[in-house]
């Protein structure tokens, strides 16, 4: 561990005098605080006249401005900023040499992994809580509302998962900048995946479950439960699905669950509008926890791999 620190300081250092660091926080923050601007002028204008309903200071986080709301743009646009990060972490150092450089030092080899996963965790970290915080004030600004212990309960949640999403995607760039030695097929790499993981997991999910279940329809309802099963199966392989889900839940109070798709008879209708209040924060936690913990899961498994890789690699010899 004694290791790790100038590992993490370099890295820090680098990350924060970097041209990149600065364009991409920068193009993050604002972006994200005009989504919120967006939506913060429609639920004002909306809310004009009327009392304000519970946990209206929430509404910034989902309410859709002029496209996206933050919770959809940080879902679509946040794996951007881990694979952004780390495309290039190892084989950069590599091609330049300083890699074989900096193992001829007294420093364990598990320390140079772990201290660039390290810091890109940090960054991430800092980036999210500085534009969360701007965003908290900017909303207080434009909705006069100050937010309840609850929702800053649930903002803080929404943050540590938003943080476990990015971390995955800077676990997956690190992986790909072990295994490839040019910077370029790393980053055409990474976001290969992303886009596959974003963009055709939930097409695909919807054409298999089609394919098998042809029979399902108004006449058969168990066929159309069981596609529904098999759609939000296969979509669930997806990280973008787990995060959506989760933080769907969290940030919406009025949200009882995270399936799109839930078949009631009238007795478990009116038993259900008994409980038409916002569901409890601990409760809401116990929905997403498998989602959460599921990409928690992920986030390991893919360091653990670049972690195995790069400590079987021969590195002093390039």
Request: hydrophobic letters at 55%; aromatic letters at 10%; one cysteine or more.
């Amino acid at each position: 561990m004694i290791g790790i620190k100038p590992i993490l300081r370099k890295e820090l250092s680098d990350h924060l005098s970097s041209y990149r660091f600065i364009i991409l926080f920068a193009l993050i923050a604002m972006v994200s605080l005009i989504t919120v601007y967006m939506a913060g002028l429609h639920i004002k204008k909306d809310l004009e006249g009327v009392a304000k309903p519970q946990f209206v200071f929430l509404m910034i986080f989902t309410s859709s401005g002029a496209l996206f709301s933050l919770q959809q743009f940080v879902a679509f646009f946040g794996p951007l900023i881990g694979l952004i990060l780390g495309f290039d972490t190892i084989n950069r150092e590599r091609n330049e040499g300083t890699l074989s450089k900096l193992l001829s030092q007294p420093i364990y080899r598990d320390d140079v992994i772990n201290g660039k996963f390290l810091a890109g965790v940090i960054i991430i970290a800092v980036m999210m809580v500085s534009i969360i915080l701007v965003i908290t004030g900017l909303g207080l600004s434009l909705l006069g509302v100050v937010p309840g212990v609850e929702e800053l309960w649930r903002i803080f949640i929404y943050l540590i998962i938003s943080i476990i999403y990015i971390s995955f995607w800077l676990g997956v760039a690190i992986l790909f900048s072990i295994v490839f030695r040019s910077v370029a097929t790393s980053a055409l790499a990474a976001i290969a995946v992303w886009i596959f993981f974003s963009f055709f997991v939930s097409l695909g999910a919807n054409i298999l479950a089609s394919s098998l279940t042809p029979d399902a329809g108004p006449s058969d309802p168990e066929a159309v439960m069981r596609r529904a099963t098999i759609e939000r199966g296969i979509s669930l392989t997806s990280p973008m699905e787990l995060y959506t889900g989760s933080t769907a839940t969290i940030i919406d109070p009025m949200r009882k669950t995270n399936r799109m798709f839930v078949q009631m008879g009238i007795m478990e209708q009116l038993s259900i509008s008994r409980f038409a209040g916002p569901l409890p924060l601990g409760q809401s936690v116990i929905v997403v926890l498998p989602y959460i913990i599921s990409m928690l899961a992920i986030t390991i498994v893919c360091f653990a791999i670049s972690y195995t890789v790069f400590m079987r690699q021969e590195i002093r010899s390039l």
